[in-house]
């Protein structure tokens, strides 16, 4: 999908790569079921690292960046409840991203035991629900809206400062 403005281009992008290491993840987790994925495996390895890298880096930034400066700008044009209700399900994302990605350090670290699995497991298939439901909102809700109420001159500001948050 294209979109008019740079920013909600930039932030469709990093939408869909967080939506590619979801898919990555749930491979991790249709291959492995109830078995401990072997730690020294490079497929396991990547997924893991790529989980940590785009929970601990990109999704806290990206959430930040609409926060601080999309949820803002959308409460000034009187549209102040997708900003409430998108900022409501960050907070429930990120703690179970967090945690997810400490699961995975210490995966990467010492490899799984069957209750850390058991609980990376639990922690990772509620992230995919969630992450991917709230892209799902974003990309149908959030994005057009901002197309729509965005000039050109915020939108160079807003993907100069995103470039800069990157």
């Known amino acids: 999908m294209a ?4 920013v909600t281009q930039m932030l469709h992008d990093e939408h869909m790569a967080s939506v590619a290491m979801l898919n990555d993840l749930e491979e991790l987790l ?7 994925p072997d730690t020294a495996s490079a ?3 990547r997924t893991l690292i790529a989980i940590a ?5 990109e999704v806290n930034r990206h959430f930040a960046f609409e926060e601080e400066q999309l949820f803002t700008r959308l409460a000034e044009f009187g549209d102040a409840a997708i900003g409430q209700h998108l900022t409501q399900e960050h907070r429930a994302i990120l703690p179970l991203g967090e945690g997810l990605a400490q699961m995975a350090h210490t995966a990467l670290a010492g490899g799984f035991t069957p209750e ?3 609980e990376f497991r639990a ?10 439901a709230h892209i799902q909102k974003e990309e149908m809700a959030l994005l057009p809206l901002l197309d729509d109420v965005l ?4 939108d160079f500001r807003l993907s100069e400062r995103r ?3 990157a």
Request: proline share 0%; aromatic share 6%.
């Open 3 to 6: 979109f008019v403005h740079r």
């Open 30 to 36: 249709a291959t492995s079921g109830r078995s401990l």
């Open 43 to 45: 497929t396991v390895v």
């Open 53 to 57: 890298e785009v929970i601990e880096g």
């Open 116 to 118: 850390s699995w058991n």
């Open 123 to 132: 922690g990772a298939g509620e992230l995919v629900e969630r992450m991917l």
């Open 151 to 154: 000039d050109a001159e915020t």
């Open 163 to 165: 470039g800069e948050l």
